[in-house]
């Protein structure tokens, strides 16, 4: 059978062709979360179509699966409201409440969602076409990174529940809430990396106005029930829609005290400089990157090949870690190429749902073309698809191509492919792949290959200066979560991490009194007789 016949025959017929437990039934999600209550919408709504199409004798037809509410200006400004009124000016219920009765809420909500993991992981499956496997690694990785977060606050809460005396001074600091989030996440980790700032937010004592991303909406409706069951009126409100329609209205209020995104700087751009008091805002943004990997001759290359496969193009390349540029010293490129394309042959296209399948449909709109765009500006200037099949599509099901040589003027070797396309450089002195990074935009990190330990250290100092993380002999992640996830330059704003978060979406702030009779008096009664959540001494276990 021709590739492309292999190609376009893993998509399936009808939802007969898929295992019945896969199998979607149409979702017209109605209900949105406003001041704690499950609202229904009667306005307009938006279609949701999944990557995944049927395969029929009339041609491809897009699966829809669902539908979402198209919300308004004023819906989203009551969202607003809501949170505005939860917190009420620092003296809501859950910003004042103490952390372990946070914690409390947030445990509570994380046992409900527990309970919706096979739900969330086929709307994952569904609305990104992300496999089966990275599906339940997300949601189960989403669900640790919240027990260790609480695990994180309670340490940090430990060692804030005593008093300091200095120059006469008795002080309690401890770090408390900014006000109202706005949060919203990428559609590559719809739920993991939009929870990376949504419960550090929450559980630090913020009231939040979330947006679900524009591809991964109906993951959140089996969890609409769980936050507004565990967590009190208003602290969470949900807005839906076009994000251009419903955001840049709650900017302009200037009451969004912290804008957490994940997505493009562009948009990124809009939203800081639609707010009318910039300095009032704090931004937590993870944005574009075009991590290099930079394999230096000595390099091991199985190593190398498995790492910079797995970095170039798991979920099909569309993480902000991936790798998107590879350069490759000369003296080992033809050996690195012809070892990495055979590993790109082995790798199995189709849906997922489809056992141990690693390359599955594209969910943005025409990414396939845009891809084939990239592909055949290199061809035109000088560049090769080296792997058999590479490039081919049909429809949301691109291969990956493996272009060779890359170089400076073709589009791939600029723009952030986030897919797979994996263009490599040849070069013969290093500083080549150092200008690259010296005069990149991004600067999030980057991996570099090879044995030598004055070579590598040589070039681990100065790199250290220009990305955030560079990885040895593996690919670029984000991951273990308690480490410090951000980037340089436009790669990202603020740092995350299982402890960072907690500091992102808070501010350490100081009870103060001179050590007289009468303050140490005040102070004895308020702890003793447990007046404050803010003065006191409570050991959280
Ligand atoms: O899309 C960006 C993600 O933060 C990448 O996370 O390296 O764990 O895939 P990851």
């Known amino acids: 059978m021709a590739f492309i016949d292999q190609i376009q025959s893993a998509f399936p017929a009808s939802q007969d062709g898929i295992p019945e437990l896969d199998r979607l039934p149409l979702v017209r999600q109605e209900e949105y979360l406003i001041n704690g209550e499950l609202?229904?919408?009667?306005?307009?709504?938006?279609?949701?179509?999944?990557?995944?199409?049927?395969?029929?004798?009339?041609?491809?037809?897009p699966c829809t699966i669902g539908h979402s509410p198209a919300h308004d200006r004023q819906t989203a400004l009551a969202a607003l409201d809501s949170a505005l009124k939860a917190y009420d000016l620092g003296r809501g219920a859950w910003p004042t409440m103490s952390v372990a009765q946070r914690i409390k809420h947030i445990e509570d909500f994380t046992v409900r969602m527990k309970a919706k993991r096979t739900d969330v992981v086929r709307f994952i499956m569904w609305e990104i076409a992300k496999n089966r496997e990275d599906a339940e690694k997300e949601f189960d990785r989403t669900v640790d990174y919240i027990r260790d977060t609480l695990q994180a606050l309670k340490e940090l809460d430990r060692q804030s529940s005593r008093f300091l005396i200095e120059q006469g001074i008795i002080g309690q600091i401890r770090r408390a809430p900014l006000g109202v989030v706005l949060c919203m996440g990428p559609y590559n980790y719809p739920l993991n990396e939009t929870f990376a700032t949504l419960i550090p937010a929450l559980v630090m004592g913020n009231t939040c106005v979330f947006k679900?991303?524009?591809?991964?909406?109906?993951?959140?409706?089996p969890l609409l029930e769980a936050f507004r069951d565990s967590l009190p009126a208003g602290v969470i409100n949900t807005v839906y829609g076009v994000g251009e329609e419903v955001i840049p209205p709650l900017m302009e209020t200037g009451k969004i005290d912290v804008l957490a995104f994940i997505g493009s700087a562009r948009v990124a751009d809009t939203l800081k400089k639609a707010h009318p008091h910039p300095h009032k805002l704090r931004s937590v943004l993870g944005l574009g990157a075009k991590n290099p990997a930079i394999i230096l001759p000595d390099a091991d290359l199985e190593t190398t090949v498995s790492e910079c496969l797995l970095g170039a193009l798991s979920y099909n390349g569309q993480r902000c870690t991936a790798l998107k540029i590879i350069f490759v010293h000369e003296s080992i490129a033809a050996d690195f190429i012809a070892k990495l394309s055979v590993k790109i042959s082995a790798l199995k296209t189709g849906m997922p749902w489809d056992k141990d399948v690693k390359i599955t449909p594209l969910p943005v709109k025409n990414k396939s073309e845009y891809l084939d765009g990239l592909v055949q500006d290199a061809i035109s200037k000088g560049a090769k698809v080296v792997?058999?099949?590479?490039?081919?599509f049909a429809k949301t099901l691109f291969f990956p191509a493996l272009l060779f040589p890359v170089a400076p003027g073709m589009r791939v070797y600029e723009e952030e492919q986030f897919g797979p396309v994996v263009p490599v450089v040849p070069y013969s002195d290093v500083s080549t792949a150092l200008e690259y990074v010296h005069n990149s935009h991004y600067g999030q990190q980057l991996s570099i290959f090879g044995k030598d330990p004055a070579v590598i250290a040589g070039l681990v100092d100065p790199l250290m200066n220009q990305v955030s993380r560079v990885?040895?002999?593996?690919?670029?992640?984000?991951?273990p979560d308690v480490f410090p996830f951000t980037g340089r330059k436009g790669s990202a704003e603020g740092t995350l991490s299982v402890t960072d978060a907690l500091r992102a979406f808070s501010i350490r702030s100081l009870f103060a009194a001179k050590e007289s009779e009468l303050n140490k008096g005040i102070i004895s009664e308020i702890t003793h007789e447990r007046k404050s959540n803010f003065i006191s001494t409570d050991f959280i276990f």
């Open 39 to 61: 609202k229904r919408w009667e306005g307009a709504f938006h279609e949701i179509v999944s990557p995944v199409c049927f395969k029929t004798d009339a041609g491809y037809v």
């Open 212 to 221: 679900p991303p524009k591809l991964g909406i109906l993951l959140y409706r």
């Open 387 to 392: 792997n058999p099949e590479g490039g081919v």
């Open 471 to 479: 990885n040895l002999n593996s690919q670029c992640q984000r991951g």
